[in-house]
């Protein structure tokens, strides 16, 4: 499991975006959509669909498992590059009951992948907590710009 340990970046991204959406379920299609338009022809077709995946699921996990989903809840997704690498993090209203970490899915369980997913397909991910901002989870892609 390289992200859980994971808990520092690498070097200081370069935002292009920052956006908030609701803490609703609707808002991890509108983030992905939103990630994917900012980010068009940065990569490969391969890098983005990963990203989009990568997108949905930490911010649905935001809304999932923190106080985001609460009336008036929001998630903010910023996104970057640094040293060839899409920089995602996910901002959310944190929990006092739940904290990011990898389970272990029963194989009839519908739920519990989506940081197995980041920890298997991103290129590095982590965690952490800011007393003003809330709870960031992150993740980096490798990429290469696209040939044209």
């Known amino acids: 499991m390289r992200g859980e340990q994971e808990t520092s970046r690498n070097a200081a991204p370069c935002f292009i975006g920052q956006r908030d959406f609701p803490g609703t379920p609707q808002s991890a299609g509108a983030a992905r959509k939103w990630v994917v338009d900012l980010l068009a022809g940065q990569a490969s077709t391969e890098v983005m669909e990963t990203l989009e995946l990568l ?6 996990n935001a809304i999932v498992h923190s106080d985001s989903r609460k009336p008036g809840g929001l998630v903010t997704v910023c996104a970057g590059l640094v040293e060839n690498m899409i920089h995602i993090e996910v901002i959310d209203d ?11 899915a ?22 952490h907590h800011d007393e003003e901002m809330g709870r960031v989870v992150w993740f980096q892609l490798a990429y290469e710009v696209p040939s044209l």
């Open 94 to 104: 944190g929990s006092v009951i739940s904290v990011p970490a990898m389970r272990q």
């Open 55 to 60: 997108v949905s699921e930490v911010v649905t």
């Open 106 to 127: 029963d194989d009839d369980s519908p739920g519990g992948r989506g940081l197995g997913w980041v920890d298997f397909l991103a290129t590095a991910w982590g965690t």
